[in-house]
């Protein structure tokens, strides 16, 4: 199993980013795919998470409105679309795959720094 980040830089407030999530070694389109971010001397957070198969798509009220989640199960990735970032957005990226609470694997993260 593999979940293995990109995209991840330094890049001015107000600036986009846009982070992908490369997966291979287990069922893809059955897991859950997420986005977590820890910032120095914090708590990992979750950021963005869209279920297997319908249900509703989750945002950190923190990135509402700025970040969106997608994934193409036909190349087994996961991206997150990061627009207007803020400096308090500066962390390291995390992709993480779940299904329920019997598989859980997550990536070796992505350092995100927005700053001037």
């Known amino acids: 199993v593999q979940l293995v980040e990109s995209g991840g830089g330094l890049v001015q407030p107000g600036g986009s980013l846009r982070l992908s999530c490369a997966a291979s070694?287990?069922?893809?389109?059955?897991?859950?795919m997420s986005w977590y971010r820890q910032a120095p001397g914090k708590e990992r957070e979750l950021v963005a998470k869209r279920p297997s198969a319908g249900g509703s798509t989750y945002y950190a009220d923190s990135v509402k409105g700025r970040f969106i989640i997608s994934r193409d199960n036909t190349k087994n990735m996961v991206y997150l679309q990061m627009s207007s970032l803020k400096p308090e957005d500066t962390a390291v990226y995390y992709c993480?795959?779940?299904?329920?609470?019997?598989?859980?694997?997550w990536g070796q993260g992505t350092q995100v720094t927005v700053s001037s």
């Open positions: 993480r795959a779940d299904w329920g609470t019997a598989y859980d694997y």
């Open positions: 070694g287990f069922a893809f389109s059955s897991y859950a």
